[in-house]
């Protein structure tokens, strides 16, 4: 029996990474622990640990400080994770770790996994995202990493090009693209008796985030994007919060000014779940934001993105995913064409360069079958 170890932070990561707990824990042969930490514990941010066990499972909690809205605040939560996933895992004493992606708290799991000899599975590596901190650690799990699933050709081989051995880097595909095309999703209806709000044609769906590297000043972005917002009356709007990272309670503090302003036409959300945002990608007419989901999921519901700023600049896109500066013209401008008929018909017909056949196979079977005595030491690999 392999027991196999899944952290998540957020809960964007844990949308991703529910399917997978799911199918490897369906298997005769798995086990699976959840180790939960950061934003899920958290009521500022919906206590999001409840997906968790509504999905079933019973998390293993790894509590850290709210302090994150400061660099220094963050690296506190960092050291305090890093030792409460030290301690998980010490219980646990997993065969191997799930970690998605590159947020703080992984690299904090990722550390305490590294110095405890417990081979991690890194889901999303290669990836670019030029205006986050977070590109960083990306790179650095990567190099902490046994075994790469990455959601790209191209970022396959950039994984190898940082060293990896090319038969521990598989291209599996974006997962959220296939939760996306596989999950059981609301009618139009239901959600919106579920939130509370109306979903006509032309609404949108926002989720706007600090960029960790942007040297701007985030509450002067986050009012442009308000300010654009309001050149479209006739849209209803529904906002949803950023995750906590630096700067991020000035977002949230701004955003539910703006939704109380506006109650008939703006709703702030703190989080949709994995069902709920599916749903609405389904019944709203653009995405607009600078979160990875727009460019990486949204392409497949076959509606525009409005992807505003520098935090997403370097990742792999696709036609559907409308690029802007930070200004509030720069940003009503996008989304006007997202919203008119040629924006329309472009996302419509782009494709997706993350979509694959058969993701969700091709990462269980690489978690539950690749060889454990293969992973407990690493090579550089020189090409």
């Known amino acids: 029996m392999r027991k196999i170890a899944i952290a998540t932070g957020t809960r964007a990561d844990w949308g991703l990474?529910?399917?997978?707990?799911?199918?490897?824990d369906a298997r005769d042969d798995c086990e699976v622990v959840v180790l939960a930490t950061n934003m899920h514990l958290s009521p500022r941010y919906g206590d999001t640990i409840n997906e968790i066990t509504s999905d079933g499972f019973c998390p293993e909690r790894v509590a850290i400080s709210d302090t994150t809205d400061s660099p220094s605040g963050?690296?506190?939560a960092m050291a305090e994770c890093m030792a409460g996933m030290a301690e998980a895992l010490d219980r646990v004493r997993p065969d191997l770790l799930v970690i998605l992606g590159d947020r703080f708290e992984m690299l904090a799991t990722a550390?305490?996994?590294?110095?405890?000899?417990?081979?991690?599975?890194?889901?999303?590596?290669?990836e670019i995202s030029e205006g986050a901190i977070d590109d960083s650690i990306r790179h650095a799990i990567t190099k902490m990493s046994a075994l790469h699933l990455t959601a790209t050709e191209p970022y396959r081989r950039r994984v190898i090009a940082m060293g990896e051995e090319p038969e521990r880097v598989v291209n599996t595909g974006a997962i959220g693209v296939y939760n996306i095309m596989q999950e059981p999703l609301m009618s139009r209806e239901e959600l919106q008796a579920s939130i509370g709000f109306e979903l006509p044609e032309g609404s949108l769906l926002v989720t706007y985030h600090p960029a960790t590297l942007d040297d701007g000043d985030v509450a002067s972005r986050c009012k442009a994007l308000l300010e654009a917002l309001d050149e479209f009356p006739d849209s209803n709007v529904v906002i949803t919060y950023p995750n906590n990272d630096a700067r991020g309670r000035v977002i949230i503090d701004l955003i539910e000014e703006y939704g109380s302003a506006r109650k008939e036409r703006v709703k702030v959300i703190p989080s949709l779940g994995k069902c709920r945002y599916l749903s609405a990608l389904r019944y709203v007419s653009a995405v607009v934001g600078n979160s990875s989901s727009g460019i990486v999921e949204v392409p497949s519901m076959k509606i525009p993105t409005v992807d505003i700023g520098m935090r997403q600049r370097g990742r792999l896109c696709g036609d559907s995913v409308i690029h802007c500066g930070d200004s509030a013209d720069e940003i009503s401008a996008a989304i006007r064409f997202a919203l008119s008929e040629d924006g329309k018909r472009l996302a419509a017909e782009s494709e997706n360069p993350y979509y694959q056949p058969d993701t969700l196979g091709k990462i269980v079977r690489a978690i539950a079958e690749t060889p454990l005595e293969t992973l407990h030491s690493k090579k550089f690999y020189d090409r």
């Not at 990474?17 to 490897?24: E, T």
């Not at 550390?111 to 290669?126: D, K, N, T, W, Y």
Request: charged fraction near 10%; glycine fraction near 12%; charge should be positive.
């Open 111 to 126: 550390s305490a996994a590294l110095m405890m000899r417990v081979p991690i599975v890194h889901i999303a590596g290669g």
């Open 74 to 76: 963050t690296v506190k």
């Open 17 to 24: 990474l529910s399917g997978i707990a799911k199918a490897l």
